[in-house]
Structure formats: structure tokens, C-alpha cells
């Protein structure tokens, strides 16, 4: 059974039966992961374009060894190193770019939509790589898989979303994935942090951290902005690491917690450096599940 | 010359019209109403008009012609072009071009270069020199070279000081101050913040920035005693706001979008940036606050915000995109469409909204269907089935939302000074 759309545009709408397929196939390619030759010849022949528009670091670099271990041949633009910056739009760029015959585009961009005014301008298969505040549905992906290896399944799991919810476009992408899997879903964070209406999507919204620690079964912490944040939506660092912090002793309320978190990690913001390092957490399964879910979606659209 | 129009019902709540007459103009004035005789009609070339209406010309205050600056965009000729097309007999247009509309040269360039045309342009200046809210601009030799109202549009007046200062110099001349109303520290989103907004994660814009300044803006009208017209009204909150300033008498009006009382921000979901604009749409709330408003009187007249934006400038990335839509081919057709057929305004109330209100705003005479008057007229099929194509439109630009929309009621032919546009052509008359 293949997926239902040719684009990864993000998880809103996405069928579950989609997800389930996504990470059933990941599994298999985890274990080529851990084998000592890591490289299938699946996508040999391929074409793929890594088009960053905002720097990242792990997110390209896991969708550049998930494309090798899948041996396509693989191309990285990013804003900086290219035309972009010598007044060329958009659209002449990509168009530029698909000329070139490429199958697949990965895309990061600083604005929402990008992604899907690709897939008006492209015939490639579009994969977002994380749109503005939007959508980053394979590190939701990869979430949803790293929980289910762990506790083994997602049907009725109580999962919290902590952090600035309104600047995330992981915590989006995390919403629409869990409620589809059948998880019950709360964000937590200051209120400036928690965008308007976003219990509409079908989410609780608290401001208690140890609440949020008693409550759930996961807690997925976002990153907080450093350079963004201090002074605008939260008075200092030290005020949100000492309310919503995540340490040792708040953890006491539940030991089976499991913690979730996208990296980079600021140790003593929004983790401990004991919390980061510690028992509960899976941020390294995190990391090397990325690759097998991406492998995973890139298969599936590029095979489609 | 003499023309006769025959077979139209004329709409005019000013002199109590609304019947079906012939009508016979003579050298743009117009001559006889009624029964024509056989003599009348010796002369006279005859356009047969059955089935369609004919209302006093419509006008729209709120009309971005890019010229000076962005002439590929649009100049006063095809500005003027698209509102003949769209059914405007005479439009305002704002003072945000490159330079702006801030010295007597501008104004008096843009007239000139309208001066021959059917389309009457007047054009707004600017409140402060270059719009930068920092000093005032000659707003009396503005006056002087023509212009009927002032306004920094595209940002509301930058501090209530500045703008007090505005509205009482402005009394020499009884102009309105006419205000973008966004409050500048909450601005700089791209949508309507709320559900939607949240959901495309988008970076939203309160609607309490638009209120916040209506709210500023009414105190002010208030203190001083002068006019202020807000501009492009778009939030519910803001509506009541001005409906409870003028049950306290304080002078302020109001203008809507058709885009405002059509569109709510759900059209965002595509991410097509030709429904970016600012004000942003907003919710369905808001849009029957917006038809409420123009229902009880609170909201005095629509206009357009025509804004016209290159392909290449409009196709981008939706947080890159410029705000503003076309609407001077659309809006006559949406008017028609979504409030006299869905029962919401009647013809006479149109014809206040589109022809009569705007005019009086900015103390511009109103045209009338009366024996003795120039020929200033608007001639509409109210029940022409038609789909918007924006290949068709005379604008240089094509960013409207509403391309292939179906509408019901088209505008068929406007005359003015003399001259009437119909069939795609301008004809002397």
C-alpha cells in the first residue's frame, strides 16, 4: 500500500494508516542502520535537492545520510553559498534548480507555505524540512516513532508539549501527528508562549510544569530561542528555568516519565544538565531514529 | 451631440429616482428624462439599455495608482482605465507612491496627466512629509494643487501629537484626516492572528491593532472637532467602536473592502499570497460585523484599496509577499453579488455607499440624475451572470483573489465629462 499524497508537506490531514506505514518502514530501515554495511541500493538513481533557506545543522545533515544510506545522489543549496542573495527570486531559483532534473526537493525555509507554493512551481516530490512556525513533520515523525520503540505504542498516551509553543513548528506537526495516533495531547508553557486558539486544534493548554510531569506519560520539550525570547515573551532565562524548567527533583513526581526533546539542548534553560544526561530521556534514539524515519519517507515518496 | 439611453431603470435616492425612463444627454449634460418624442430621438444616437440599470457615477476613495514610482505596476492612465472598466467614474488615489504625494508638484502631475481622461482622479496627500509621521506635510498648498484629504496610508498617523496637529490645520479646508488604522508596535504579521493563524503558523496580527488606533483616532476627531475617515475598517470590535462614536455625534466615518465583507482568512490555507493584505482577512465574525455595519449606517462607504503589485513581487514566499489585492474590475460585481442579491443593501443604499457618501467625505460635488445636470453616470446589469478573468482587467497588475469567481451584476458602461467608455472603447459624446 503506498501513501496517499506525493508530497511530505506536513502532518495536518495526514492519514493515519500514512504515519503507521511510515514508521512500520522505518523499523526496517533502522535495522539497516545498525548493521555494519548501512547502504541499500533503494533510491540509486535519484535525484535529490536539499534546499535550505535557514541554516540547519542536524536536520540536513540526518535527511544527507538518510538520502546516501539510500545511495540517490544527493545536491545541498543552501541561502548563503547561492543566488539567492544576488536578488534572484524564489521561483526563478527552484525553477533553476529543476532543470536540472531532480526528483525529490527537500525544503527548509523561515516562511510558512513555502512547501506547498513548491508544489505549484515543481513537479519534484516535495518534502518539508520545516516551514517558518509551521510544520516539521519528519521530526514529528521521528518523535512518534522514538515513543513507540520505547513504550510501544501511542493509541492513549498522554503526551504534553512544553516550551514556546508559538514560535514551534515541531510542536505543530507534533499535535496533528499524536492526535491522529490517538494520543491525548496538552501544551504547556508560559502564555505568551502558547499561541491563540490552539485549543481549537484539540489540545489542552496549562501553565503548570509539574502538573504537566504528574500528568503524562511523555513530555516532549522544545528548544527556547535564546536570542528571541529574553525580554518579549519571557522576563529572563533564569525566571523560565526555575517555572518551567525541567530538573531532577521536579521528575521525583514521576518516574516513568519518558522526555522527549528536538535539540539543540539549552542545558540549565529548559533542561537540566542532570534531566539532559539523564535515565528518562531518549534524545539520542531521537537523533539516530531521524535517519530511519527520513529514510523511510524518502522511500516511500521516491518509490511511489 | 445628442445621445439617448433607452430602456434603463435609473436609481438616484437624491431625487427620489428609481423607475425605468429613457434618458436623452446633449453635450454631457443631461436633457430630458422620460418620454422621448420622435423629434428627440431624430438627432440623437441611440444605445438601447433594456434590462439594465443606471445610477448616479460610482466612486471609490481608496485607490493606489503607483504613479509616481512603480509605473510598471499601474499609472493614472491605467488606473484610471481599470476603474472606468470596473464602473468608477472618479476615484482618490493614495499618497504612498516614490515620492510621495507629499508636495504640490505631485498633486498637480497626477491631475495633469488626468486631465483629459473620463475618470475624475483626486488625489489624497500626504499628512506628513514623506509619510514618516515626523513633520507635517504642506498640507494648504496640497489643498491648493487639489488634493481632498490626507492620510500617511499603509501606516496609520505615527503619534497622537502629529496627528492633532493634522486635524486641526486640516479645518481650514473641512478635509478628513483618513487613517490606516494599525497600532505599529503590534504590527508586522502577515495574517489575522487566531485559529487559522495558529494553525498555518503563520506570524499573525492582532486585530486589537486595528481597534486600538480607531479607538485613538475617535478621541482625537473627538478633541479637535475634526473629520476622521477610517480607512479599510476590517475587525468587529472596531465597527462598534466607530457605530457608538457617532451616537455621541463625534465626526468620524468609515469605508469597508469588498475583500473585507467577501473573504474571512480561511482562504489563507493555500498559502496564495494574493489574500495577503493589510488589514488581513479576518474571521466570519468580522465579516458580518462588516455587513451589519454597512446595514445600520455605521460603515458609510466601500472602496476598494486597489493595490496593485507586480507577478514577480506577489509570487514569493507568503511572509515576503506584499499586502494588497486588486479591486477596482471586481468590486462593483462583488457589491452586487454579495450584498444586493444575498438581500443584505438595497440599490439606493449602493448608491450612497459607492457614489454619494464618498464624494460628500471628501467635499466633492455629487452627481445626480436630474434634468440640467452633467451626465455623470454609472450603467450596470444587475443580473449578468459573469466570470472575473484577470486577463481581461485594464489594470497593469493581475493580484486579485477573486480571478475566475462567478458574480452576478456587471458593470456595462460609465459616462463623465463628456465622454462615455463602453464596449472596451471611450466614445466623445
Not at chain 2, 279 to 302: K, S
Not at chain 2, 336 to 365: C, F, M, T
Amino acid at each position: 500500500m503506498p501513501l496517499s499524497s506525493r508530497h511530505l508537506l506536513g502532518l495536518h490531514g495526514v492519514p493515519k494508516e500514512d504515519i503507521q506505514l511510515i514508521l512500520d518502514t522505518a523499523t526496517t530501515f533502522r535495522e539497516v542502520l545498525d548493521r555494519p554495511i548501512k547502504k541499500v541500493p533503494t533510491l540509486q538513481g535519484k535525484t535529490i535537492v536539499n534546499l535550505f533557506f535557514e541554516s540547519s545543522t542536524r536536520t540536513r545533515i540526518s535527511f544527507e545520510l538518510a538520502q546516501k544510506r539510500l545511495s540517490a545522489d544527493t545536491i545541498n543549496f543552501a541561502k548563503s553559498g547561492s543566488s539567492t542573495g544576488k536578488g534572484e527570486t524564489f521561483k526563478d531559483t527552484v525553477k533553476n534548480i529543476e532543470a536540472m532534473k531532480v526528483d525529490m526537493i527537500v525544503v527548509r525555509h523561515e516562511s510558512a507555505g513555502v512547501p506547498q507554493f513548491l508544489t505549484r512551481i515543481s513537479d519534484a516530490n516535495i518534502i518539508n524540512a520545516g516551514d517558518g512556525r509551521h510544520e516539521h513533520p519528519t521530526q514529528a515523525l521521528l518523535d512518534l516513532y522514538s515513543i513507540r520503540e520505547k513504550l510501544k505504542k501511542i493509541d492513549g498516551l498522554k503526551v504534553c508539549i512544553v516550551g514556546d509553543i508559538g514560535h514551534s513548528r515541531v510542536a505543530l506537526s507534533n499535535i496533528y501527528g499524536l492526535l491522529t495516533m490517538g494520543a491525548k495531547v496538552s501544551v504547556c508553557g508560559p502564555p505568551t508562549m502558547i499561541p491563540r486558539s490552539i485549543e481549537s486544534l484539540g489540545v489542552e493548554v496549562h501553565h503548570d510544569i509539574d502538573r504537566a510531569i504528574r500528568e503524562n506519560d511523555v513530555l516532549n520539550v522544545l528548544r527556547i530561542q535564546l536570542e528571541r525570547e529574553a525580554g518579549s515573551s519571557i522576563p529572563t532565562l533564569r525566571e523560565y528555568h526555575k517555572y518551567f524548567g525541567i530538573t531532577r527533583e521536579r521528575l521525583q513526581q514521576n518516574e516513568d516519565i519518558l522526555i522527549l526533546h528536538p535539540g539543540p539542548i539549552n542545558r540549565g534553560v529548559e533542561l537540566s544538565s542532570e534531566v539532559a544526561d539523564g535515565p528518562f530521556q531518549i534524545i539520542l534514539n531521537q537523533v539516530t531514529n531521524g535517519v530511519a524515519v527520513r529514510m523511510a519517507v524518502l522511500y516511500l515518496l521516491g518509490t511511489l | 451631440m445628442q445621445i439617448i439611453l433607452k430602456g434603463l431603470k435609473l436609481i438616484d435616492p437624491q431625487v427620489g429616482l428609481n423607475d425605468k425612463n429613457d434618458l436623452l444627454i446633449e453635450d454631457g449634460v443631461i436633457r430630458k428624462i422620460g418620454e422621448l418624442t420622435k423629434e428627440d430621438q431624430s438627432n440623437a444616437e441611440i444605445f438601447e439599455f433594456d434590462g439594465m440599470s443606471c445610477v448616479p457615477g460610482l466612486f471609490d476613495m481608496h485607490v493606489h495608482l503607483r504613479e509616481p514610482g512603480r509605473e510598471d505596476e499601474e499609472t493614472v492612465l491605467s488606473g484610471s482605465n481599470s476603474a472606468a472598466a470596473g464602473g468608477f467614474t472618479g476615484i482618490a488615489c493614495m499618497p504612498n507612491t516614490n515620492p510621495a504625494i507629499d508636495s504640490a508638484e505631485v498633486v498637480q502631475s497626477i491631475i495633469e496627466k488626468s486631465r483629459r481622461h473620463l475618470v475624475d482622479v483626486y488625489p489624497i496627500g500626504a499628512v506628513t512629509l514623506g509619510r514618516k509621521g515626523e513633520s507635517l506635510a504642506p498640507i494648504a498648498e496640497l489643498h491648493e494643487a487639489g488634493a481632498v484629504g490626507y492620510s500617511d496610508d499603509g501606516t496609520a498617523v505615527k503619534t497622537a501629537s502629529i496627528l492633532r496637529s493634522a486635524l486641526e490645520y486640516v479645518k481650514m479646508f473641512n478635509s478628513p484626516i483618513i487613517e490606516h488604522c494599525e497600532d505599529e508596535s503590534l504590527a508586522g504579521g502577515a495574517m489575522n492572528e487566531g485559529e487559522v493563524s495558529t494553525s498555518l503558523g503563520l506570524p499573525p496580527i492582532a486585530s486589537v491593532a486595528e481597534d486600538l488606533i480607531v479607538m485613538r483616532d475617535i478621541m482625537m476627531a473627538e478633541y479637535t472637532g475634526s473629520k476622521v475617515h477610517i480607512a479599510h475598517i476590517s475587525s468587529k470590535n472596531a465597527v462598534q467602536l466607530v457605530r457608538d462614536a457617532k451616537a455621541r455625534g463625534i465626526n468620524v466615518t468609515a469605508e469597508v473592502t469588498p475583500h473585507h465583507f467577501t473573504l474571512t482568512d480561511e482562504s489563507i490555507k493555500s498559502y496564495d499570497t494574493n489574500y495577503k493584505m493589510n488589514p488581513p482577512l479576518r474571521t466570519q465574525e468580522d465579516v458580518d460585523a462588516m455587513i451589519e455595519g454597512l446595514q445600520d449606517g455605521t460603515i458609510d462607504c466601500i472602496a476598494s484599496d486597489h493595490a496593485p503589485h507586480s507577478i514577480e513581487e506577489k509570487e514569493m514566499e507568503f511572509i515576503y509577499a506584499p499586502n494588497g489585492i486588486l479591486g477596482l474590475e471586481t468590486q462593483f460585481g462583488l457589491v452586487l453579488s454579495e450584498l444586493v442579491h444575498k438581500g443584505h443593501l438595497n440599490y439606493e443604499q449602493v448608491v450612497e455607499k459607492l457614489a454619494i457618501n464618498p464624494r460628500k467625505i471628501l467635499n466633492i460635488a455629487v452627481p445626480k440624475i436630474a434634468v440640467g445636470e452633467k451626465a455623470n453616470l454609472t450603467i450596470f446589469d444587475p443580473e449578468l451572470i459573469w466570470t472575473v478573468d484577470i486577463k481581461k482587467f485594464k489594470s497593469k497588475s493581475k493580484n486579485s483573489p477573486f480571478d475566475k469567481r462567478l458574480l452576478t451584476g456587471k458593470p456595462v458602461s460609465v459616462i463623465n465629462k463628456s465622454k462615455m467608455y463602453f464596449e472596451d472603447k471611450f466614445i466623445e459624446i
